[in-house]
């Protein structure tokens, strides 16, 4: 079973920066359009923001449009979400995710297509 691995959350205050690490041992990640998925409770998992497998950006969410970041190092196996200027509302739990198949250049935002996933990492923005 393959498992991805989230850390970097924690607590912080509006305005500051936060950067997530995702790692998964045994899985290529330049095999892989790796994404940034945040959830809160009761609610659905939103896709936030994702890099293909060519290495291209896609932001879902427009909240967060010019404040986060995604970015990769194939050699350690290691995808970043860096977070700038966060707010309150993007207290959530923030899970990364691995997606196999499609076009190259082309990465999902819906969690219903992604085959690997982490555990989660909370991210708490106080005011």
């Known amino acids: 079973q393959i498992q991805l691995s989230e850390s970097g959350g924690g607590t912080v205050r509006a305005g500051e920066s936060l950067t997530l690490t995702c790692t998964g041992p045994?899985?290529?990640?330049?095999?892989?359009?790796m994404g940034w998925f945040r959830q809160d409770p009761g609610k659905e998992r939103v896709g936030i923001i994702c890099?293909?497998?060519?290495?291209?950006?896609?932001t879902y969410s427009d909240s967060v449009k010019g404040r986060f970041t995604i970015s990769r190092d194939l050699t350690k196996n290691i995808v970043h979400l860096q977070m700038n200027d966060l707010i309150p509302d993007d207290t959530s739990k923030y899970y990364c995710?691995?997606?196999?198949?499609?076009?190259?250049?082309?990465?999902?935002?819906?969690?219903?297509?992604?085959?690997?996933w982490g555990w989660g990492t909370q991210v708490t923005v106080s005011p």
């Open positions: 045994g899985l290529g990640f330049g095999n892989y359009a």
């Open positions: 890099m293909s497998r060519s290495g291209k950006i896609m």
């Open positions: 995710a691995a997606q196999s198949g499609g076009p190259p250049d082309f990465c999902s935002p819906s969690y219903r297509t992604q085959n690997y």
